[in-house]
């Protein structure tokens, strides 16, 4: 039963994704529908529900696998490390140290790559959308649960039948099968000055994936996402002219 329910609430998840981005989609290109959509998506509510949708979406859905799918979750395979030992209910803090020392590290070293990215880009002529740069830390705190989450979710199921090394990355082919069938997504990609911050989202997919297999703690991804675009935003105001920063606020 478990078996089946992980599968059950996994494809249920690609398959929410799927289905909406593709009718919001088809919504939007339609001159009738976004005529009488548009008024909504620029109304004061409008963000406010989206965040609140995201939220359950990203964090409700695995949170309810977890709670009310018979072990459709596996709380170690999904990362969530304990603060203590099972054995002498200690605080393994040597464990947290090596993992948060594996985070830094890794982190650092993702940031320093797609920093140099997003200048070579700039220096290029393009104009690449500094994303994140508005964004308040806490915001920023935010997304990293968010996506963080979602990618261990879908880590989860193929990590139990493929074992933690291929199922980390068969997780992975799951999350760009959903962003390849994103329509949203593809026209990010086409545009050339919102391709790097997709490009920096595929970046830290796979940091996230290393960083797993590295530490199996979803709070050490959740933190490494966090500083890397933390700090790309704080790159991005340093470096950045003013007039450009001003005209994308």
Do not use: C
């Not at 609430?9 to 919504?27: D, E, H, M, N, P």
């Not at 395979?77 to 099972?86: F, I």
């Not at 140290?97 to 070293?109: E, F, K, T, Y």
């Not at 980390?168 to 329509?183: I, S």
Request: hydrophobic share 55%; proline share 5%.
């Amino acid at each position: 039963m478990a078996e089946a329910e992980r599968w059950v609430w996994l494809g249920g998840s690609l398959f929410l994704a799927i289905a909406t981005t593709q009718v919001s989609w088809r919504l939007w290109q339609r001159e009738g529908s976004r005529a009488r959509l548009e008024p909504f998506v620029v109304s004061a509510p409008f963000p406010i529900l989206q965040q609140l949708a995201r939220w359950l979406y990203y964090i409700g859905l695995p949170f309810a696998a977890l709670v009310w799918g018979r072990d459709a979750l596996v709380g170690r395979l999904l990362g969530l490390q304990p603060l203590t030992s099972p054995i002498d209910m200690l605080p393994n803090w040597t464990d947290w140290a090596i993992d948060l020392g594996w985070a830094v590290g890794l982190a650092m070293a993702a940031w320093t790559i797609l920093a140099m990215g997003w200048w070579t880009v700039r220096r290029a002529g393009a104009r690449p959308h500094p994303a994140g740069t508005h964004t308040s830390a806490w915001r920023l705190l935010g997304e990293a649960a968010l996506h963080e989450t979602h990618w261990a979710f879908y880590r989860n199921g193929p990590a139990v039948v493929l074992g933690v090394y291929w199922g980390a990355w068969a997780g992975l082919g799951l999350v760009a099968l959903e962003a390849a069938l994103n329509p949203w997504w593809r026209a990010d990609l086409r545009d050339e000055t919102r391709l790097p911050a997709g490009l920096v989202r595929v970046g830290l997919a796979m940091l996230s994936v290393i960083i797993y297999l590295q530490t199996m703690n979803l709070w050490m991804a959740i933190l490494a996402h966090w500083g890397i675009t933390w700090g790309l935003a704080i790159w991005a105001r340093a470096s950045a002219p003013k007039s450009w920063l001003d005209h994308t606020h």
